[in-house]
């Protein structure tokens, strides 16, 4: 059995880093603190990722606070998904006479400073913060499919609709976009786009524009659109205290529409993969994010889903970027994520069951073997703020866990008033920059505006067709009458013929002429005879 010098050694030896560390909390041999045996983190390792675990009231949100404001105070921005809306207190200080704190940091050996951090809102809804947006275009069509969980010929009809957009520069912005463009090229569209591009079957539209619709009953339509959010926004430094920037992102009302959840951390993660240039091994990570209530990402999430975020996880630390996932149990977690993540903090777990006992067995393994403890049982019997703790050193190698009391957070471990909030929302920089309501002309309005002038030129048209076909009609009726008129007119007689003729009209007037003269002639009204 390992003794108590053997322990002090072993961790004092395997904690003791060179350059800039963060003190997590001060190392426990079965139940006692121990002097100088602080428990640390090299900064330099956090881009390695990490977890956070341990059952509801152990402890897991004060240290997701402590790493935020320490990773500010060394100057690193930091992004939290605060998903049950109780992390803001990070922006006020803490009460430097809070009896708890000052006993625990007491037997770790160290001062407790209260401080608060400068701090960032931001949303994804309706919640009080800079609003955060992301056009389709962002996505690009192989995430987009992804996302939505198709298969590859209907991969390959989003990949249709993208290309189109960029050929015909059609702005892709919103889901209303998305789904007009789809619905014109399967129809209106289909004789354009089937020589260069191929047809797209109305059977595949259907069941993309279903997929669509249910990304949009669970609030999409409010993440897609602009003005888009700049993930270098993330990164900054505020200028009067040199700290690290504290991005909260407020989710309290995302909690069940876990789908739009996991579409937004993709594609964040993939965007700061994307923008990012490479960095290699940084002494400082750029940003480390921080995933409160992650199985929300992975509960909902398809095959091909965490096939892509393992891969972001594996590239992007050469990015500079740290990823922290913050979950009730590691099994929350693939397995493949599991194992890129270098520095975990193990919290409580509780067994109330044959399955908690379980996972509880399961967890014990994901940890280095440890000759001071048998840690599946004493999993169960950890203290609240308490933690088996283990850290990736400047070599790579896990260092020997370790049971350690925690530091308590420095800043408020309650929330802002509403007050508070709105005061910090109204000065806020980001808030001005996004809040405002931007709906450009995109691709719903202009093929709109297309398919109304084709509508209005088939209706024109269409009348001038009606009034030729009037003309004609009016045509072939005159002549018609005409004909009639001339069928039912009488021919002359041999009389009127002989009458009508110059000889008659000759013979007629003689004729006339000596019957006046006759006429005279008995009347007495001739001339004087001779």
């Known amino acids: 059995m390992a003794t108590k ?23 426990l041999y079965k139940g006692e603190s121990l002097p100088n045996t602080l428990v640390r983190v090299p900064v330099k390792m956090l881009n390695r990722h990490g977890l956070i675990a341990g059952a509801t009231g152990t402890g897991k949100t004060k240290t997701l606070q402590l790493f ?56 994804l809804s309706g919640e009080k913060g800079a609003r955060l947006r992301a056009t389709v275009t962002e996505f690009g069509p192989v995430l987009f499919s992804k996302i939505l969980g198709l298969n590859d010929t209907q991969s390959g009809a989003v990949s249709v609709v993208f290309k189109y957009c960029d050929d015909k520069q059609l702005p892709l912005l919103d889901l209303k976009d998305f ?86 951390m993709l594609q964040l993660l993939a965007e700061v993969y994307a923008s990012f240039p490479e960095e290699g091994d940084l002494e400082a990570p750029k940003l480390c994010i921080f995933i409160d209530e992650a199985h929300l990402v992975f509960s909902e999430a398809s095959q091909v889903l965490l096939n892509q975020i393992e891969a972001i996880i594996k590239l992007i630390r050469s990015k500079g970027i740290g990823i922290f996932f913050i979950t009730q149990n590691p099994a929350d977690i693939p397995n493949a994520v599991l194992g890129q ?81 709105d005061a910090l929302v109204a000065k806020s920089k980001l808030a001005a920059k996004y809040n405002k309501v931007v709906d450009p002309q995109s691709a719903y309005e202009i093929l709109n505006a297309k398919m109304q002038q084709a509508q209005l030129a088939e209706q024109q048209a269409e009348l001038q067709r009606q009034q030729e076909k009037a003309q004609a009609e009016q045509l072939k009726q005159q002549q018609k009458a005409q004909t009639e008129t001339a069928k039912r007119k009488p021919e002359k007689t041999i009389v009127e013929q002989v009458l009508t003729s110059s000889v008659g009209k000759q013979v007629t007037k003689t004729v006339f002429n000596e019957l006046a003269r006759g006429l005279l002639g008995v009347l007495g009204l001739g001339g004087r005879r001779r």
């Open 179 to 264: 789904k007009k463009t789809l619905s014109y090229l399967a129809e209106e569209g289909k004789a354009e786009i089937t020589v260069e591009y191929g047809a797209i079957s109305t059977a595949t539209v259907g069941t993309i524009i279903r997929k669509v619709l249910e990304l949009e009953q669970q609030g999409a339509e409010v993440f897609f659109g602009e003005p888009s959010f700049e993930v270098d926004d993330l990164c900054r430094i505020d200028l009067e205290t040199g700290r690290g920037m504290v991005n909260i992102l407020r989710l309290t009302d995302l909690q069940d529409r876990p789908k739009l959840f996991a579409t937004f």
């Open 341 to 421: 993540l270098g520095l975990k903090v193990q919290h409580a777990l509780r067994a109330f069951t044959a399955k908690d006992r379980k996972d509880i067995k399961s967890a014990a393994e994901n940890y280095p073997e440890s000759k001071f403890y048998q840690v599946e049982d004493e999993l169960t019997e950890l203290g609240i703020g308490e933690a088996f703790v283990t850290v990736l050193s400047p070599k790579g190698t896990p260092t020997p866990l370790v049971h350690t009391l925690m530091c308590a957070p420095g800043s408020r471990m309650d929330v802002l008033t509403p007050m508070e909030l």
């Open 5 to 27: 010098e053997e322990f002090i050694q072993t961790i004092q030896t395997a904690y003791q880093f060179s350059g800039t560390t963060i003190a997590l909390g001060g190392a």
């Open 68 to 123: 935020a404001e320490k990773l500010s105070e060394n100057g690193i921005p930091v992004l939290l998904m605060d998903i049950k809306g109780d992390l803001s207190g990070i922006a006020a200080s803490g009460d430097p006479n809070n009896t708890r704190a000052l006993e625990r940091h007491q037997k770790i050996g160290l001062p407790y400073k209260v401080t608060a951090n400068p701090v960032e809102f931001l949303t």
